[in-house]
């Protein structure tokens, strides 16, 4: 039997899993995961409010419900943890499905003020990661703006001019809930530096911003006009040209007064974060203009936007990972169809999925087949893995590394103490928010 580790247990990792033990019935697959909690960005990245969506779960839940793959959470593989070399002597392979863990930065004075947060630190937040800080984001804001305009851009615009009866059925933790509920945010800018016909949102989520209740979308027609795709976007691919109809629609209607007020705003570049008492107040933009190359150029011309909250969201970027190779250049694993190359060679055993194999592009899909791609080339390179003797008992060998483990049955737990504390608020499930929690949960005795 070919035993294999997945490190990462979001929609790459299990699409791993899934291709190696139904290409092969020869093959055993551990998921591990450093959280608890299986899905990855599923659970923690996607809106609360995008049920649809979070219902993959289901999917990757029969991923790691079936008989020759197992779920072990709670192993950090790396310093503090399960040292890279020991996990590849326990296993036959290793596959590394570990995304790209951190955010890109805009390089621009102010960036760190406070007030200043990357989008992912506050979808973190209201997901309930355990690892995230509850920094007071919406404390004494007035006014946001949202750097970015891609889907992760649309999710935090959405979820501040969200009220209290949306989102209270959702399975967001109740301190987010509570301090989102008391929100005195009215003015929400969401800012891309290039037009309405480059702008990485999909249309789904951009009409959404339209149909929130208690809020009003306003597009500037003078701002839009200077893209040649918005003046005439017959000869865009159909999703920029359906973006474009929507943006347009909200240029020839302004809303109504709203107690939110959604402004999305293009040709506008970020040149600074402007203090205010120590804190940020404004964000400085300089206007742009299309240079005719697909690109923008500045223009000398500058505006301030009030803000007190400020989120970035101009992208995600992967991080080394011990004993590992790196391209700094494109935050990714250098690969030959998933196999870790070192200085060009393959190194046999060692493979990658996901993000942190082509970089973080795609939708949720994207993974399946790039994970497919991964799983047939080590099951090519089979015959010389198997070649090698592991342990059978590898939960043994992962606690004397330092491991806590969380199997399934941990998992169910956790799954019905956030059923019980939902329930005790008079809610549905409601995430439980932090680390000792979680484990308290994954560690209990089933009545």
């Not at 920029?240 to 209607?253: H, I, P």
């Not at 870790?340 to 493979?351: A, I, K, Q």
Request: hydrophobic content about 40%; overall charge negative; charged content about 20%.
């Amino acid at each position: 039997m070919l035993r294999v580790a997945v490190v990462g247990s979001g929609p790459s990792g299990c699409y791993t899993a899934q291709s190696l033990v139904q290409l092969d019935s020869g093959v055993c697959v551990d998921v591990l995961d450093r959280l608890p909690c299986p899905y990855g960005l599923v659970r923690y990245g996607v809106a609360p409010d995008h049920e649809k969506i979070k219902s993959l779960q289901n999917n990757l839940r029969a991923v790691l419900e079936h008989d020759r793959v197992r779920f072990i959470g709670g192993v950090q593989v790396g310093p503090g943890g399960v040292p890279a070399a020991r996990l590849r002597e326990l296993y036959h392979a290793v596959v590394y499905c570990v995304g790209a863990a951190t955010d890109r930065h805009l390089g621009i004075p102010g960036e760190d003020l406070p007030g200043s947060w990357s989008a992912t630190q506050f979808v973190s937040w209201y997901s309930a990661h355990p690892d995230a800080v509850d920094g007071g984001f919406l404390r004494d804001a007035r006014s946001a703006v949202v750097i970015g305009v891609g889907n992760v851009a649309v999710d935090v615009t959405r979820m501040l001019a969200r009220g209290l009866a949306e989102l209270s059925p959702t399975d967001m933790p109740q301190a987010a809930l509570t301090a989102l509920a008391a929100s005195r945010v009215t003015e929400i800018h969401m800012v891309g530096r290039r037009g309405p016909s480059q702008a990485r949102f999909t249309t789904k989520e951009l009409r959404e911003l339209g149909t929130l209740p208690g809020a009003g979308v306003v597009a500037d027609p003078a701002e839009l006009a200077p893209d040649p795709g918005y003046t005439d976007p017959s000869a865009l691919p159909a999703p920029q040209r359906r973006n474009v109809e929507v943006l347009r629609g909200w240029a020839e209607s302004p809303p109504a007064d709203a107690p939110h007020r959604i402004h999305l705003r293009f040709f506008l570049r970020p040149v600074e974060l402007l203090a205010e008492q120590g804190h940020v107040g404004a964000v400085r933009f300089e206007r742009t203009a299309p240079d005719g190359h697909g690109g923008v150029t500045g223009t000398g011309r500058y505006e301030d936007i009030e803000a007190q909250l400020v989120l970035r969201s101009v992208g995600y970027l992967g991080v080394p990972m011990e004993g590992l190779p790196f391209d700094a250049k494109t935050g990714t694993v250098p690969n030959l169809a998933g196999r870790v190359l070192r200085e060009g060679v393959v190194t046999p055993g060692e493979y990658v999925a996901g993000w942190i194999k082509r970089g973080p592009t795609g939708v949720i899909g994207t993974n399946r087949p790039c994970a497919k791609e991964t799983a047939m080339s080590l099951l090519e390179d089979a015959p010389l893995l198997a070649a090698r003797d592991v342990p059978q008992d590898t939960l043994t060998a992962l606690r004397a590394a330092g491991a806590d483990p969380v199997e399934w049955t941990g998992w169910q737990s956790i799954e019905r103490a956030e059923a019980e504390l939902g329930a005790s608020l008079g809610r549905g499930v409601v995430k439980l928010p932090d680390w000792q929690s979680l484990m308290n949960a994954a560690h209990s005795k089933v009545p």
